[in-house]
């Protein structure tokens, strides 16, 4: 109870103080709700990826800094938040949904993240789907294909967080040969 009152009464101050610490009682600790999303990773100041955040955890996105979330998961999948996209942008965030299969990513899926993440350069971006698997690919392949990872460095980059599926490792390598034609 004394762990609620907490998380309560750091909601009411809309996000301020949500970090690692002692509720004002003296008696809790209270948790980092940013660590608290599943596979959370922070990449730079301007970007992370996660699996699913929860309202509360939207709201300490926008607390934080964050101004576009971009959903990779299904708004009618197992882990999805009902009405992600009102919630989202009730926070004053920006919001794109790129609904990607996850037995069946497709290169076209990929080029709109891609084209989405070129139009928020200057801004503050969170990526998520439900796991942090799609996330994780996908947002590697974007710093890949701006040359900020080295295939090496992808793969370690999203080793950190799952271990690719065959369907997965023939979209990524998929996705590599595409961004080489592209670059030309």
């Not at 596979?39 to 964050?66: K, M, V, Y």
């Not at 609904?99 to 084209?115: C, Q």
């Not at 698997?133 to 090496?152: H, Q």
Request: hydrophobic residues 45%; proline residues 4%.
């Amino acid at each position: 109870m004394q762990g609620f009152a907490c998380a309560n009464f750091f909601a009411l101050l809309g996000g301020v103080g949500l970090i690692e610490g002692v509720c004002p009682t003296g008696k809790t600790p209270y948790l980092n709700i940013m660590s608290e999303i599943k596979n959370f990773l922070t990449i730079s100041d301007r970007l992370a990826c996660a699996g699913q955040p929860d309202e509360l955890q939207l709201a300490e996105i926008a607390a934080r800094g964050f101004q576009v979330v971009i959903n990779l998961g299904l708004s009618d999948g197992k882990y999805a938040l009902p009405n992600e996209a009102d919630s989202v942008t009730g926070l004053g965030l920006s919001y794109f949904h790129i609904p990607v299969l996850f037995d069946n990513p497709r290169i076209a899926e990929w080029e709109s993240f891609r084209s989405v993440m070129d139009q928020q350069q200057v801004k503050k971006v969170f990526v998520h789907c439900a796991a942090n698997y799609r996330a994780t690919a996908f947002t590697g392949l974007y710093l890949f294909a701006k040359s900020e990872l080295t295939r090496e460095e992808l793969h370690s980059f999203i080793s950190q967080v799952w271990q690719p599926d065959a369907v997965w490792l023939r979209f990524i390598d998929e996705a590599l040969k595409y961004i080489a034609e592209c670059r030309g």
